[in-house]
């Protein structure tokens, strides 16, 4: 008996589409909410130059730890006083497109998905990576003054493959930045308000991995007791242990050239501390939309002006101390 059969490549056949579009993962939005949490304690200082104002250079003044010496009964006093001395950091503003653009009219009818709302979507979150990017390529620009190395290293060269970051290396670090080197620089800040304020530790993936597998941060975790906010060890940080509240992300710089053999696997990392890094807008991110041959096409542009860095007084980081470690290689392939 014959029977009329439809084919699934026939051209009658209807196409039946999920509406779930499967999209690249973006990276973790890091900086983006670290803006103004605690004003001068947040990690990073924000500063938005009038919109309106001319110049593009944004400044920011520190005043040096006063250091006078009391003078004692019988000695002169006029003539005698202290000045309280000021140091400038500058940033140098820079404009910044993200652009991405779609054929409208029919072709953006075809997908299921809505073309102009996954383009506005992907736009921001590559603006939001290009900001972090930009805060993350200031940081690792140079190191800063004072790097602790692993084991008994005293430079990238000298690293073995063994040298991998350590609890007790954290410790050390964490009170060389509680003193600032006996005073050698600025003390470092603490990051946080009310009773509870730690300092940041940011590492690579790679060496969190070294960290988090190390005896005590798991005897740490084992003796944690309950789970969950109420915990210090269980905040928003991947972890905190001692007063460091350490966090891991993909952007910071990894290498395959250290050890005197150029052969050991490292990461640089960083312990910062209130106002460590700045931040300054000359415009805060706006997109403006065009379109484009008599309208059949649109063009997005995710736009701002900023600028990022360290901030460095009489040539010494303010709050910024380097934590380069031999890691281990993960995520090289």
């Known amino acids: 008996m014959a029977a009329t059969n439809i084919a699934t490549g026939s051209t009658s056949t209807k196409k039946i589409y999920d509406e779930m579009l499967f999209k690249t993962s973006y990276k973790k939005s890091f900086w983006m909410g670290q803006f103004g949490a605690a004003g001068m304690d947040s990690p990073l200082v924000s500063k938005t130059k009038e919109f309106g104002a001319s110049g593009d250079r944004v400044s920011m003044d520190l005043n040096d730890r006063f250091t006078f010496t009391p003078r004692g009964e019988g000695d002169a006093l006029e003539g005698h006083e202290g000045t309280l001395d000021t140091n400038t950091f500058n940033l140098t503003l820079e404009e910044k497109h993200v652009l991405i653009r779609y054929k409208g009219k029919l072709s953006a009818r075809r997908p299921a998905w809505e073309i102009p709302a996954a383009h506005k979507s992907a736009l921001e ?7 972090d990017e930009q805060i993350f390529d200031a940081l690792q620009a140079t190191d800063p003054n004072k790097v602790f190395y692993g084991g008994s290293a005293t430079s990238n060269a000298s690293l073995t493959a063994t040298d991998l970051i350590t609890p ?11 003193t600032g080197g006996n005073r050698s620089q600025n003390a470092f800040g603490k990051i946080g308000s009310g009773s509870r304020k730690d300092y940041m530790v940011l590492l690579h993936q790679d060496c969190f991995f070294d960290l988090w597998n190390d005896a005590t941060i798991q005897n740490a975790y084992r003796d944690a007791g309950v789970r969950g906010d109420g915990n210090q060890l269980f905040n928003d940080a991947d972890l905190v242990w001692n007063g460091l509240a350490v966090y891991k992300h993909e952007n910071i710089d990894i290498f395959q050239n250290g050890g005197s053999g150029s052969d050991v696997n490292y990461a640089k990392g960083f312990l910062i501390g209130a106002g460590g890094l700045a931040v300054a807008y000359g415009q805060r991110p706006e997109i403006v939309t065009e379109t484009f041959e008599y309208e059949t096409e649109v063009g997005q542009d995710f736009n701002y002006i900023m600028s990022a860095g360290r901030p460095e007084f009489n040539s010494q980081d303010y709050a910024v101390l380097g934590l380069n470690f031999a890691r281990t290689a993960i995520s090289d392939s």
């Open 125 to 131: 979150n590559r603006g939001a990576e290009a900001q």
């Open 168 to 178: 007790k290396k954290l410790m050390q670090a964490k009170v060389w930045a509680e």
